[in-house]
């Protein structure tokens, strides 16, 4: 990271946990420079970089201050508990929204991917070619569990955040999405419960329909993340199998658990020796210094299955992801062996090649700088466009907002008269076994912003104004 970025990033991190509080100013030049030993011309780098991320506005001859907002949770109140186990029906409702949200001429704010623009696919194409070129006619049968090469890219991102994962607990998998189905499947059987988040990733219910498991639902709070009381509660009232979480940046509301949260989920689910799959699609996608732990780093017993991908930060159409299955891997490994076989080879080796040589690290910074000057953007045109009634949360990382609209308008409808308009959404209903948040929707801002998006959160300001939204 450059001085400017470590700088800004410093000074983000302050104003995100109101330290620096809204309309303050930040410090002065002349401290900024004395605390980092650094030019003037670094700092106003930083500066201009805090104003881009929507965190700050400069007033002329008076300095830098924090936006209205920049450090403001819009508190969504908490919903009601109704953990009783319930068969799952909601494949029709997603797929009926996920389709008409795919015509390439329409705004994706419904989308579930960020910007392909924003990956470096001609320097992947020249991994793909180089590390297809390496392989051996071989490898076809050799790496089945997934190469070798692969694994060990993974195991040092691993290593990274502290974490020792032995390259034998890691199965490369068809994208993250195929990993934690495996895994679902490795420790449950029809009939069984399952916790999931409420509201929560609607491919975790459609998992759960498609094996017919019975969901739990845990509220998750949009501020502090998943309700542990409620989880304790509900892991003393039902026979509960297996947990499928995301305790980083969690879809749909981009809550995350703190560390102190993570270590107590882990040891509740030790002592019921509950397996938790954990899916951690966006754990590179961090907008503080530091890459955030996930639970598995509290894991002592094998109990936990950490699922992700390259598929939000790299290249999604690669259908490249792994599950870092503990005491479960073996099991994972003979269900991949038995239902897909093995990821396809030339992929695994072209992330490979890239992860060795391509400059992952430098991509991811520049990513995470664009997600969070495409968060300030967002942020700024739901603050011009949208009633003040209207609240959102405010992710630290990911690409997902998670808007809160007043209790009269309903997310299906609007989703419907925006459809129309040319803008997906992602409606409420969609992230619950009980089709509940009626009043909510997920945004996506994962697409640099442009007038297009401005003039597609116009639309739904314009479409919320109109009483055919009205529940
Ligand atoms: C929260 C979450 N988990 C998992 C996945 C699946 O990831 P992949 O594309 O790697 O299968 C997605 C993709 O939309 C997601 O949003």
Request: glycine share 8%.
């Given at each position: 990271m450059t001085r400017f970025e470590t700088i800004a990033n410093n000074l983000a991190e302050q104003i995100r946990a109101g330290q620096i509080p809204v309309g303050a100013r930040l410090p002065s030049l002349r401290q900024i420079i004395s605390q980092y030993g650094v030019s003037q011309t670094t700092v106003f780098r930083a500066y201009y970089l805090l104003e881009q991320w929507g965190l700050v506005r400069a007033e002329e001859r008076a300095g830098y201050f924090v936006t209205p907002g920049a450090a403001v949770h819009a508190e969504v109140p908490k919903q009601k508990q109704d953990d009783a186990p319930k068969k799952v029906d909601i494949s029709d409702l997603v797929f009926s929204v996920l389709e008409s949200t795919q015509?390439?001429?329409?705004?994706?704010?419904?989308?579930?991917f960020p910007s392909p623009?924003?990956?470096p696919s001609s320097r992947l194409l020249k991994s793909l070619v180089a590390g297809t070129r390496s392989l051996s006619p071989w490898s076809t049968v050799e790496d089945l569990p997934g190469s070798d090469r692969l694994r060990q890219q993974i195991r040092l991102r691993y290593v990274g955040i502290g974490l020792a994962v032995a390259s034998k607990e890691i199965v490369v998998t068809n994208g993250a999405l195929e990993a934690l189905n495996l895994c679902l499947m490795a420790v449950t059987r029809p009939g069984d419960a399952v916790a999931v988040e409420s509201p929560g990733f609607y491919a975790a219910l459609q998992a759960i329909e498609r094996l017919d498991l019975r969901a739990v639902e845990i509220p998750v709070n949009p501020v502090s993340g998943l309700d542990l009381g409620a989880l304790r509660r509900a892991l003393e009232q039902h026979p509960i199998r297996a947990c499928w979480f995301?305790?980083?940046?969690?879809?749909?509301?981009g809550t995350s658990l703190s560390i102190e949260k993570k270590r107590a989920l882990v040891e509740m689910l030790r002592q019921k020796q509950v397996p938790l799959i954990e899916d951690d699609v966006y754990q590179e996608l961090h907008f503080s210094r530091d890459r955030p732990l996930p639970a598995?780093?509290?894991?002592?017993?094998?109990l936990v299955m950490h699922c992700s991908s390259?598929?939000?930060?790299?290249?999604?159409?690669?259908?490249v992801g792994w599950a870092t299955a503990g005491r479960f891997a073996d099991k994972v490994r003979r269900l991949k062996l038995m239902t897909t076989l093995c990821a396809s080879i030339p992929a695994q080796a072209g992330i490979a090649d890239y992860l060795e040589n391509g400059g992952y690290d430098r991509h991811l910074r520049s990513l995470r700088s664009s997600l969070q000057t495409q968060l300030g953007q967002m942020e700024a045109a739901l603050h011009r466009?949208?009633?003040?009634a209207v609240k959102w949360t405010r992710p630290h990382g990911g690409y997902m907002l998670w808007l809160q609209l007043p209790q009269s308008v309903n997310a299906m409808e609007l989703h419907t008269l925006a459809s129309e308009r040319g803008v997906s959404i992602a409606p409420g209903p969609m992230f619950s076994a009980t089709h509940a948040f009626q009043n909510c929707v997920r945004l996506n801002f994962g697409h640099p912003w442009d007038a297009r998006f401005e003039n597609a959160v116009r639309a739904l300001a314009e479409i919320l104004d109109s009483p055919g939204v009205r529940a």
């Open positions: 015509h390439p001429d329409i705004v994706p704010l419904g989308s579930a623009t924003l990956f995301m305790p980083n940046f969690q879809n749909p509301t598995k780093a509290f894991d002592t017993e094998g390259f598929s939000k930060t790299l290249a999604p159409g690669y259908r466009w949208l009633p003040d």
